[in-house]
């Protein structure tokens, strides 16, 4: 048994403008405006994926089979922000009701503070029945900033270095360079801000 999880509302949201971007680039043109914004993009999940982390509010399903899969959510915001919010707790009961039942928030105690951010049961709270399923347990959430002027000045950096590495090296290999790997300067930053985890629960 395991957990799995997919972003339902992906952020549209750019953490640097193209302005931004275009300033630390020093290009004054607008010939490549929409390739600069796909490369903010790109570098956004770069970062992401690699620290562990989701910047701007998005909305997660997480699924699992039993409770133990969820104490761990799989995607957290950027450690001590709190930028993180569960929206609820369904699962399908054990009676084979076939529609989903909301776990009352009162039952349990989320703890938004926590990298990865847990979920833990309440003192003399019991956990429901749930039916011998795949994915009976749904949790949806947001995480994220709602802003870009609240990330971290250094992952908007990163998010800087990494067009610029990608602007000015457009192939995966140029003699007598490596473009094809995070940039040292990049990657000691983002190294700070990385979420580790001992990987995923099973029951």
Excluded at 11 to 23: D, G, M, N, P
Excluded at 134 to 158: H, M, T
């Amino acid at each position: 048994m395991a957990r799995s999880a997919f972003i339902e509302t992906p952020s549209q949201l750019l953490v640097v403008t193209l302005a931004e971007a275009k300033k630390h680039l020093r290009v004054s043109h607008t010939d490549d405006d929409d390739y600069i914004t796909s490369l903010i993009h790109s570098s956004k999940l770069d970062v992401e994926k690699y620290c562990n982390i989701i910047l701007m509010r998005t909305t997660v399903i997480q699924n699992a089979d039993c409770w133990t899969d969820i104490g761990e959510l799989y995607f957290s915001p950027v450690e001590n922000s709190g930028a993180i919010s569960l929206t609820h707790i369904k699962y399908y009961d054990d009676a084979n009701v076939p529609t989903q039942q909301t776990w009352a928030s009162s039952n349990y105690n989320f703890d938004n503070t926590s990298c990865p951010s847990r979920i833990g049961l309440m003192p003399n709270a019991d956990l429901p029945g749930h039916a011998n399923m795949l994915n009976a347990i749904e949790v949806k959430y947001s995480v994220g900033f709602s802003a870009a002027d609240l990330v971290p000045k250094l992952l908007k950096q990163c998010i800087l270095i990494l067009c610029g590495q990608w602007y000015e090296n457009r192939q995966e290999a140029v003699i007598g360079r490596s473009v094809g790997t995070i940039p040292m300067t990049a990657r000691y930053i983002m190294d700070k801000y990385k979420i580790r985890t001992m990987g995923l629960p099973t029951c």
